[in-house]
């Protein structure tokens, strides 16, 4: 059973334009919510995160967004760059993230100059 | 700091043989987390140790698979005997516990095995 879906397995956008990504979890105490990066031959990296006490969180050209509501939680990046390309994982965690990451598929985003 | 190191970074090795992961975790951490990923299955998390215990082993494939943590800073994966459906990158990341926090990933650990 998976906790954490991201049904697109893979997104492509115009360099400059929005790319936003999809993320929706079934388990009801998660309260922590990260994004990640992976490169080719690389592991992933942390790209920005938010707690369920928050709707939205932004860091420079990423923002993530959180509906409990709907257990649905989305990444958009603004403007979109080449080097944005990578595969993008969403991951959730329960009691602020002390416990155990649990992560989605992941989306291949592709940014085309 | 030199962040999560991960050896070998690739590992090719004949169906049965014993095949050891290692990770060394980045200073001052103290939870270690073993993900395996593939094409079916994403990322998906093998075992998780906090202070060095293990906290949740339910994602061991079987007994083939095994993990220790002989010291706060350092932890092995065994696999024995190794089948060709464990080939696979396999992660090792580390975090500190407190609230809010996010794990860090090593480089990973590609495993083939003929």
């Known amino acids: 059973d998976q906790q954490v879906k991201q049904n697109s397995p893979s997104l492509s956008v115009q360099e400059g334009r929005i790319s936003i990504l999809n993320c929706d979890y079934t388990?009801?105490?998660?309260?922590?919510f990260l994004w990640y990066k992976k490169y080719p031959a690389e592991g992933p990296t942390f790209l920005i995160s938010?707690?369920?006490?928050?709707d939205k969180n932004e860091d420079g050209r990423f923002t993530v967004f959180l509906n409990k509501s709907a257990k649905h939680l989305s990444l958009h990046i603004v403007p979109s760059q080449p080097g944005d390309s990578a595969v993008y994982f969403c991951?959730?965690?329960?009691?602020?993230?002390?416990?155990?990451?649990?992560f989605g598929k992941g989306t291949k985003l592709t940014v085309n100059p | 700091d030199a962040g999560v190191i991960q050896s070998p970074r690739h590992e090719v090795t004949e169906m049965g043989q014993e095949v050891t992961l290692r990770c060394k975790l980045i200073?001052?951490?103290?939870?270690l987390f073993w993900y395996r990923q593939t094409m079916m299955r994403g990322l998906e998390l093998l075992i998780y140790?906090?202070?060095?215990?293990?906290?949740?082993d339910s994602g061991m494939p079987e007994d083939r698979f095994s993990a220790k943590m002989p010291n706060a800073s350092f932890s092995t994966l065994k696999i024995q005997p190794s089948e060709p459906r464990d080939s696979a990158v396999y992660f090792c990341?580390?975090?500190?516990?407190?609230?809010?926090?996010?794990?860090?990933f090593g480089q990973g650990t590609r495993l083939t095995v003929v």
């Open positions: 200073s001052g951490h103290n939870s």
């Open positions: 140790f906090n202070n060095n215990v293990p906290i949740d």
């Open positions: 990341a580390s975090s500190f516990t407190r609230r809010n926090t996010e794990a860090f």
């Open positions: 388990n009801s105490m998660f309260d922590y």
């Open positions: 991951a959730a965690s329960a009691q602020g993230g002390s416990e155990k990451l649990v």
């Open positions: 938010i707690s369920s006490i928050k």
